[in-house]
């Protein structure tokens, strides 16, 4: 079945790096425009990142441009966030989800695809 | 950015009840080239990730009961359940998906009265 499973989270301080998988499996990922979106404790949903599907063009949401990088590998069906610099504010659960029948980052489409997400605290 | 405010942030329902939710997009989600409103609906149950519900402001994603629905156009939206069930009960968000970056309404809490 369509699935997509996170991992990579965990406690890091400030400051430090954390890298979040995504492994999709069950549909044609490498046709898939694929984004992370993250929820911080009892808060509401912040979409963070998208990367078409040849990871050719990412987009990036103004409160990690710069510190946070998203990339894929096709070959093994997974997608990636590099998160640099980070803060006591990146605290969140985040997931990965998919965008419906699109390859590209501009083409806009509901996100059907979720997965159970990956928590990242930041804490000294 | 497309800043989406929804109304009330939380209600109480009695079960067999009609439940509604609002949803404000700062500007137009609505694309004249196709006709369509670029506006999801999601539930979100306690330890779940959010799951589809509605596209297109009104088209019911495959699976999800008929008590669901949506309406509205432009930039006032409305998601309905006609008749709340105890498995209702969950944070709604809607998101408007017409430009980047994709924003998402606050949530509404539904619970039973």
């Known amino acids: 079945q369509v699935q997509l499973v996170e991992s990579g989270g965990g406690v890091v301080q400030p400051g430090r790096s954390l890298t979040l998988s995504c492994a999709a499996s069950?549909?044609?990922?490498?046709?898939?425009?694929m984004h992370w979106v993250r929820q911080a404790p009892g808060k509401g949903l912040e979409w963070v990142a998208v990367?078409?599907?040849?990871?050719?063009?990412?987009n990036y949401a103004d409160s990690v441009k710069g510190r946070f990088t998203i990339s894929r590998d096709n070959s093994k069906n997974t997608f990636y966030l590099e998160m640099n610099s980070l803060r006591a504010e990146d605290t969140a659960m985040f997931y990965c989800?998919?965008?419906?029948?699109?390859?590209?980052?501009?083409?806009?489409?509901?996100?059907?695809?979720w997965g159970q997400g990956t928590m990242v605290t930041v804490s000294s | 950015d497309i800043v989406m405010s929804q109304s009330p942030d939380s209600l109480a329902v009695s079960l067999g009840e009609r439940a509604t939710i609002n949803c404000r997009s700062s500007q137009s989600v609505f694309y004249s080239s196709n006709n369509k409103n670029y506006l999801a609906w999601y539930q979100q149950k306690p330890g779940q990730p959010p799951k589809l519900l509605i596209y297109w402001a009104s088209t019911r994603e495959s699976g999800v009961p008929d008590r669901f629905s949506g309406s509205g156009s432009g930039t006032d939206f409305t998601l309905t359940i006609s008749s709340l069930q105890a498995e209702d009960v969950a944070v709604y968000y809607c998101q408007q998906y017409y430009s980047t970056p994709r924003t998402f309404g606050q949530g509404t809490k539904v619970e039973i009265k």
């Open positions: 069950g549909f044609t990922f490498s046709s898939s425009a």
């Open positions: 990367i078409s599907s040849d990871g050719s063009n990412q």
């Open positions: 989800a998919r965008t419906r029948d699109c390859s590209n980052t501009n083409c806009y489409r509901e996100f059907d695809v």
